[in-house]
T-cell receptor, first 114, second 116 residues
Framework: DADVTQTPRNRITKTGKRIMLECSQTKGHDRMYWYRQDPGLGLRLIYYSFDVKDINKGEISDGYSVSRQAQAKFSLSLESAIPNQTALYFC?????????????FGPGTRLTVT | AQKITQTQPGMFVQEKEAVTLDCTYDTSDQSYGLFWYKQPSSGEMIFLIYQGSYDEQNATEGRYSLNFQKARKSANLVISASQLGDSAMYFCAMRGGTGGGNKLTFGTGTQLKVEL
């Protein structure tokens, strides 16, 4: 089984709808991240969490919110989806105690907002 | 602020040849890490290689090596003996220093196409 899973893998939604992307991990890592990937822009950080009680904004957090329900679960919500949030979304985990601080990525969620 | 620059949007290489993908970075941190990830057309992110800022030797992992030139702030990826399966998008990324939360800053990527 994959160490980092994301659901759904693909989603098409309409403008104005609320949508939640979920991420689960079995690696036991405290740190979790949400990135979005747009063509030609690489990956950009949306939110990150050091543990259940520590959540931080990344460089592009506007329009998004997150919830860290447990060490293993980190969800990303779009409260009112808009077309420019169409992107590939990645969840990742890391363990600062295990050098070289590699991040382990989930398979990605392809979101289309129409 | 940290920045990663990949100036080659696309590259072509013949099978069995070596190819170098360029990456330059900018940071004021003394301690940092540099990563390369591969993204095939299926979309997943695959970790390839890591170089720490204090590592004296260039990192190598099989056919991948990282040409780290600290004074030039460059961290180029060298793929030797290219294979058709190396065709993918390649991202250079940097982890900042202490207090950075292991966040990665990514470049815009280089699309590599390996030809027969």
């Amino acid at each position: 089984d994959a160490d980092v899973t994301q659901t759904p893998r693909n989603r098409i939604t309409k403008t104005g709808k609320r949508i939640m992307l979920e991420c689960s991990q079995t690696k036991g890592h405290d740190r979790m991240y949400w990135y979005r990937q747009d063509p030609g822009l690489g990956l950009r950080l949306i939110y990150y969490s050091f543990d259940v009680k520590d959540i931080n904004k990344g460089e592009i957090s506007d329009g998004y919110s997150v919830s860290r329900q447990a060490q293993a679960k980190f969800s990303l919500s779009l409260e009112s989806a808009i077309p420019n949030q169409t992107a590939l979304y990645f969840c990742a985990t890391s363990d600062p105690e295990a050098g070289p601080y590699e991040q382990y990525f989930g398979p990605g969620t392809r979101l289309t907002v129409t | 602020a940290q920045k990663i620059t990949q100036t080659q949007p696309g590259m072509f290489v013949q099978e069995k040849e070596a190819v170098t993908l360029d990456c330059t970075y900018d940071t004021s941190d003394q301690s940092y890490g540099l990563f390369w990830y591969k993204q095939p057309s299926s979309g997943e992110m695959i970790f390839l290689i890591y170089q720490g800022s204090y590592d004296e030797q260039n990192a190598t992992e099989g056919r991948y090596s990282l040409n780290f030139q600290k004074a030039r702030k460059s961290a180029n990826l060298v793929i030797s003996a290219s294979q058709l399966g190396d065709s993918a998008m390649y991202f250079c990324a940097m982890r900042g220093g202490t207090g950075g939360g292991n966040k990665l800053t990514f470049g815009t990527g280089t699309q590599l196409k390996v030809e027969l």
